[in-house]
Structures are given as structure tokens and as C-alpha cells.
């Protein structure tokens, strides 16, 4: 079985090669000049990235207000190859305005490569009895941390928000790595300064003190563990001076972060599922220039998608056996339109014997059906998220499921789709869209979330990003296992993603072979 797992996570590339790693980037700008010269600048940096000749929206910092020298405590993370990186570890550029030479501005990126340890820390603080630094109103207290490197720099770690009018403050908690927090070091310093925030720009200092993630985790169980916030020149001028108020850590949670292989591992099988679009807009199945045409040589364009995709993720499930429906025909025997109907014509039992029993099914079924329309893909997402939606109840990593779905063109049911689409990605599910043909697909890539939320009618957002839509013509002249890679480098993360967001720890190989062996 171990076998299997492994040639399966070798074929995905999840045993990741020397020359794959990730970098975590972290921006800050200098001299930020603004539009309206009444106010100063409220900047906000996004990062994308060049996908098949577009720049798509992968993340974006926060904003930070009335800031002309903002450090951002937004970091970025990245895969990365070696080859492809920048050779620089800090990186500092002009900022360029659009149809105008550099200025004074200046963008600064820092580069750190990530260790193995990929934990996460959950912190929640809170203060009490801070100075007061205004006249008329309390204080509006914020807290930052910055990590002391070795070469005695400081890297900003998190800046909490800003509570208003409020001199004993309850920050919210927040969730950050603990490579980000102190490079994995225990003993590391930290340095923690507490803010009065004014909407200037120029914020009040209250005052500090110096941590060690050691000394952090002592705030477990229900025990805090707290530090005196120290303004060093009040210390030196104030012979009564005790502090600047108290900031304490009420709670220290570690969070195990467990890989794609660690779920494989521990038994979590991958659901496959097809959906072939069957509308008229492919063309006559009997002509040569259809979509469907079965050329008795040369595979047509879905059967090269439908395999390429589909003879990797057999390798994860156990009794290869996928379920594979059409959506958009006209079908025996009564030639109603449907939108879930199984290839194999077996409603009961809509499921096909490994990727080649899909491909039979799916030219069998061509001479029987009428293509027709319209193309609307919500029922097919719906049909799988309903057996999705019966895992989450075993609260046990064992079934994820993938929908493939092959359609030549913009869908009809858009709304619906993004409704269905928002609901799934509370599901253990993922769905890849492959696009067939030369159609505009550009109203498929709101689908997809890498640039930006997608959200439903309604003005719901997604939980996660579970949607990849890829262009079959990008990769109409390379390698099936290119198109592959394409479309399911995001799955590892959108499984990992899932469990740990529901707190679903992987079973361990020896403990799934018990399972198996005592039939539970």
C-alpha cells in the first residue's frame, strides 16, 4: 500500500526536489508621496504573479493609514524554484508612478528562506493600566512585535489593531508561524513595543519589553504569562517610575500543521469525479471538427484532459472506481435536458472501472445522447457536495473529493454556480475546470480565486480557494503531465487547508491499518 502512496506522491510532486522551497517576502516603503497633497498617503501593497501571460491578484497587505514609511506586517508566502528566485536576500527598487521616471519613493523586499518546521502559534494579549498619551481621551493602544535576527536587525513580525479609547486593551487573537515568529529558535529575543496610535501617522510611544517564545509558552492550560511594558526614558528621569502598564499573554497555542503526504499516509482517500459538458456548441460528435469527435488515432482534447488529470489521481484512491456524468445533452429515453446524467447510463450506479472504464463510458455514450444546452454546471457541483457533505459528519480525514469538470465554454448558470461554488468550499472538495477549445473563458477566471474572492449572489465568500481553471489550449502542445501538474499543484493545500481548519488531525499508517483490520 505504501507503495502506492508513494509513487502516487512522487507522480504529483509532493516529495518536494532540492530546487523547491518557500520564501517568506516581507515589503516596506520609504517616502510615499500622495495624490492629494492635503493628506498623507494611506498605502497598501499587492503582489501578483504571471500566469499563461496574465498578472493575477495572489495576495494583498493591509492598509495602513497616514503612512509615508510604511513596514507592512503582512507577509507574503511562496513556493519557488531555486533557479527562479532572486539572488538578493533584501531587494530595493524605485517605485515608478505610471508614466513617470523614479522618484524618492522606494519599495524595499525581504526574502527569507522558510525552515522544515512548519507549526503555527495562536497568541492572544491584552494590557492594563497603560499610559494615557491624550489630553482628551484615553489612549488608542496597538501592539507590534518584532523578531531580533542575528545580525541584531529587527524584523517585523505583527501589528495587532488598534483598540480605541481604551487603556486596558484586548487585542484580537491572531495565528502567525512560528518561522515568522523566531525562525523556530525558542530561546530567539523578541522585541514587543505598545503604541497610543494618532491619525497623523505620528503614533505615541508607550513603551516595551523583551520575550522569548519560551517564555510564551508558558501561558497554557489557563495560566497567563506577563511582562512589564518599560519606557526606558522614564525609567531613567522618574525616580517613582514602576512601568507603563502591564501587557499580558493569555493564551499560547501551538497549532501542528500536517502535510498532504501525512493525510495520504494516514488512509484519506481522494474521491474523483468527472463532468463532461455534452451541449451543442462542441459540434456534431460525427464531424471531424467537433470537440467530441472520436478520431480512431489521434484522442480529442477532453479525452487528453480527462486523462491526464484522471491517471494521477487514481493513484490515491483505493478502489479506482470514478464516478463520471454529463451535463447538457438531451438523453434516452424520454431525450429530456440534464445536467447530472451518468455517462454510463446507470443512475444507481454512475461509476466506471478506473480512467479507461470513464473513456469507454464516455464514447459509448456519445451515438446515444443529443447535444443541447445550455451549459450550466451548479447541479453537478451540487450532486458531489452532497456526498462531501456526509464525510464532514465522520470528523475523520478519510474521503476528499475532487470534481473535474471538462466544458468548450462560458457558463450559463453563473449565479447558481458561485452559490454552489461558496457552499462547497465549507466541504472536503475541490473542483478543477478545464477549459476545452478556443472559446473566451475569461468570465471563467472569476470562478477561479487567484485574483481575488469570489463570493455568491448574495455577497457571501468562499471559506477557501477551491477552484482552478486552466485553458486546455495553454497546454495543447506539451506534456499531459504538464497540464497535470498545472491543475493540481493547488490540491495538496486546499486538503490541508480543510482539515486544519476544522482541527482534523491525519490518522498514522498504523493506526489506519487497524481500522482496516477491524473493519471500523
Known amino acids: 500500500m505504501n507503495d502506492i502512496y508513494?509513487?502516487?506522491?512522487?507522480?504529483?510532486?509532493?516529495?518536494?526536489?532540492?530546487?523547491?522551497?518557500?520564501?517568506?517576502?516581507?515589503?516596506?516603503?520609504?517616502?510615499?508621496?500622495?495624490?492629494?497633497?492635503?493628506?498623507?498617503?494611506?498605502?497598501?501593497?499587492?503582489?501578483?504573479?504571471?500566469?499563461?501571460?496574465?498578472?493575477?491578484?495572489?495576495?494583498?497587505?493591509?492598509?495602513?493609514?497616514?503612512?509615508?514609511?510604511?513596514?507592512?506586517?503582512?507577509?507574503?508566502?511562496?513556493?519557488?524554484y531555486f533557479e527562479e528566485i532572486v539572488s538578493q536576500r533584501k531587494l530595493s527598487k524605485a517605485l515608478l508612478k505610471q508614466s513617470s521616471t523614479g522618484g524618492k519613493s522606494t519599495i524595499t523586499i525581504t526574502a527569507e528562506e522558510l525552515t522544515g518546521n512548519d507549526d503555527y502559534v495562536e497568541l492572544s494579549f491584552s494590557a492594563r493600566k497603560l499610559d494615557d498619551k491624550d489630553f482628551f481621551s484615553k489612549s488608542d493602544p496597538f501592539l507590534e512585535i518584532y523578531r531580533v535576527n542575528d545580525d541584531a536587525t529587527q524584523?517585523?513580525?505583527?501589528?495587532?489593531?488598534?483598540?480605541?479609547?481604551?487603556?486596558?486593551?484586548?487585542?484580537?487573537?491572531?495565528?502567525?508561524?512560528?518561522?515568522?515568529?523566531?525562525?523556530?529558535?525558542?530561546?530567539?529575543?523578541?522585541?514587543?513595543?505598545?503604541?497610543d496610535w494618532d491619525s497623523n501617522g505620528k503614533h505615541d510611544y508607550i513603551g516595551e519589553f523583551e520575550a522569548t517564545f519560551k517564555e510564551m509558552r508558558g501561558a497554557t492550560d489557563g495560566k497567563q504569562v506577563q511582562w512589564e511594558c518599560i519606557n526606558p526614558k522614564y525609567k531613567v528621569k522618574k525616580k517613582n517610575y514602576r512601568n507603563s502598564g502591564i501587557v499580558i499573554l493569555n493564551q499560547c497555542k501551538v497549532i501542528k500543521m500536517h502535510s498532504f503526504l501525512d493525510y495520504i499516509m494516514g488512509g484519506c482517500q481522494i474521491q474523483f469525479t468527472v463532468a463532461i459538458d455534452f451541449t451543442a456548441s462542441n459540434g456534431d460528435p460525427r464531424n471531424s471538427c467537433s470537440l467530441h469527435y472520436i478520431h480512431p488515432y489521434q484522442p480529442n482534447e477532453y479525452?487528453?484532459?480527462?486523462?491526464?488529470?484522471?491517471?494521477?489521481?487514481?493513484?490515491?484512491?483505493?478502489?479506482?472506481?470514478?464516478?463520471a456524468f454529463g451535463f447538457g445533452a438531451r438523453i434516452p429515453p424520454d431525450f429530456k435536458v440534464s445536467h447530472d446524467f451518468a455517462v454510463n447510463f446507470n443512475e444507481d450506479n454512475p461509476e466506471c472501472a478506473g480512467i479507461q472504464g470513464v473513456v469507454e463510458a464516455y464514447q459509448n455514450c456519445l451515438p446515444k445522447i443529443q447535444l443541447y444546452g445550455p451549459t450550466n454546471i451548479a447541479p453537478i457541483i451540487q450532486k458531489v457536495a452532497n456526498s462531501a457533505s456526509e464525510e464532514v459528519h465522520t470528523r475523520e480525514a478519510m474521503q476528499y473529493f475532487i470534481l473535474l469538470i471538462l466544458t468548450d465554454g462560458v457558463i450559463t448558470d453563473m449565479a447558481d454556480t458561485r452559490e454552489a461554488i461558496v457552499q462547497a468550499s465549507h466541504l472536503p472538495m475541490s473542483i478543477i475546470i478545464v477549459g476545452v477549445g478556443n472559446a473566451d473563458f475569461t468570465d471563467m477566471q472569476t470562478l477561479d480565486g487567484d485574483d481575488g474572492i469570489l463570493r455568491s449572489p448574495k455577497g457571501e465568500p468562499v471559506l477557501r480557494d477551491i477552484v482552478q481553471f486552466v485553458p486546455f489550449r495553454n497546454f495543447k502542445h506539451a506534456s499531459p503531465a504538464a497540464l497535470a501538474k498545472s491543475v493540481l499543484a493547488e490540491v495538496p493545500n486546499q486538503v490541508v487547508d480543510y482539515y486544519n481548519s476544522k482541527g482534523i488531525k491525519p490518522k498514522c499508517p498504523s493506526e489506519y491499518e487497524a481500522s482496516r483490520t477491524f473493519g471500523h
Open 6 to 80: 508513494e509513487s502516487a506522491a512522487t507522480s504529483l510532486g509532493l516529495f518536494s526536489s532540492p530546487c523547491l522551497t518557500k520564501v517568506e517576502l516581507r515589503v516596506a516603503c520609504k517616502g510615499i508621496s500622495d495624490r492629494d497633497a492635503l493628506s498623507k498617503p494611506d498605502p497598501c501593497v499587492v503582489l501578483k504573479m504571471q500566469s499563461h501571460g496574465q498578472w493575477l491578484e495572489v495576495d494583498r497587505t493591509e492598509v495602513l493609514r497616514s503612512s509615508i514609511n510604511p513596514t507592512f506586517s503582512k507577509v507574503f508566502t511562496l513556493d519557488y
Open 303 to 323: 479525452l487528453k484532459a480527462l486523462v491526464a488529470v484522471g491517471e494521477i489521481c487514481q493513484d490515491y484512491d483505493s478502489d479506482k472506481m470514478f464516478p
Open 155 to 195: 524584523q517585523l513580525v505583527y501589528r495587532t489593531e488598534t483598540v480605541m479609547n481604551n487603556l486596558n486593551p484586548v487585542w484580537k487573537t491572531f495565528k502567525t508561524s512560528l518561522n515568522c515568529l523566531c525562525s523556530g529558535d525558542h530561546e530567539r529575543m523578541l522585541k514587543c513595543t505598545v503604541w
